[in-house]
């Protein structure tokens, strides 16, 4: 069972108008996100203000999913959605989007051609969870709780594991939520 496993103390944060966005993966590896020379990108963002203005971004899709607090979207002339923990949005990055309300998102932004998306599954304390791999690139994201490999070996709540094999198996050490991400290019 191939899985790489990124930590959080393996990641830099950078400040943005209204809190920070961690970056957890970028590919390709040397890609560079101030410069927007990415093919997709993995990350987690505060909002610390109550009222939020989103950056623009051209050519990128985004995948936005509440991991704490609740957030008011607005996509300017397009509609407005209430999200919740593990709600989530896919929306270009070119809209003219703002929101309300303090949060911790996770994200997933696409470019050049590339498709995915995010799911997530909670999974009860003993429960397995398994996943066959049927996309280029496949990660698991510890939101909360705890997981174990068939080795034994643990990831914690804020490690992505990247999927290399035809199927992960992880059993929940304690209560976990899980974001599954999928890429294809």
Same mark, same amino acid.
């Given at each position: 069972?191939?899985?790489?496993?990124?930590?959080?103390?393996?990641?830099?944060?950078?400040?943005?108008?209204?809190?920070?966005?961690?970056?957890?993966?970028?590919?390709?590896?040397?890609?560079?996100?101030?410069?927007?020379?990415?093919?997709?990108?993995?990350?987690?963002?505060?909002?610390?203000?109550?009222?939020?203005?989103?950056?623009?971004?051209?050519?990128?899709?985004?995948?936005?999913?509440?991991?704490?607090?609740?957030?008011?979207?607005?996509?300017?002339?397009?509609?407005? =959605?209430?999200?919740?923990?593990?709600?989530?949005? *896919?929306?270009? $990055? +070119?809209?003219?989007? &703002?929101? #309300?309300?303090?949060?911790?998102?996770?994200?997933?932004?696409?470019?050049?051609?590339?498709?995915?998306?995010?799911?997530?599954?909670?999974?009860?304390?003993?429960?397995?969870?398994?996943?066959? =791999?049927?996309?280029?690139?496949?990660?698991?994201? *510890?939101?909360? $709780? +705890?997981?174990?490999? &068939?080795? #034994?070996?643990?990831?914690?709540?804020?490690?992505?594991?990247?999927?290399?094999?035809?199927?992960?198996?992880?059993?929940?050490?304690?209560?976990?939520?899980?974001?599954?991400?999928?890429?294809?290019?």
């Amino acid at each position: 069972m191939a899985i790489h496993r990124y930590t959080p103390e393996q990641r830099k944060s950078i400040q943005w108008a209204s809190g920070t966005s961690t970056e957890i993966f970028v590919f390709p590896a040397d890609g560079n996100f101030a410069e927007r020379s990415f093919t997709f990108r993995i990350s987690t963002a505060t909002v610390e203000a109550e009222s939020s203005t989103f950056t623009f971004f051209e050519g990128i899709t985004r995948h936005l999913m509440i991991l704490k607090g609740s957030l008011e979207l607005i996509h300017e002339g397009r509609y407005t =959605k209430k999200m919740q923990p593990y709600d989530q949005d *896919v929306f270009s $990055g +070119e809209w003219n989007t &703002r929101s #309300n309300g303090k949060v911790t998102d996770f994200n997933l932004m696409l470019k050049n051609g590339a498709t995915g998306g995010l799911v997530h599954a909670a999974v009860m304390e003993g429960k397995v969870w398994t996943r066959n =791999k049927i996309h280029a690139f496949e990660f698991v994201f *510890v939101a909360e $709780g +705890e997981v174990r490999f &068939r080795d #034994n070996r643990s990831a914690k709540a804020g490690d992505l594991l990247q999927l290399d094999d035809s199927a992960v198996s992880l059993e929940a050490v304690v209560a976990a939520e899980l974001v599954f991400i999928h890429v294809d290019l």
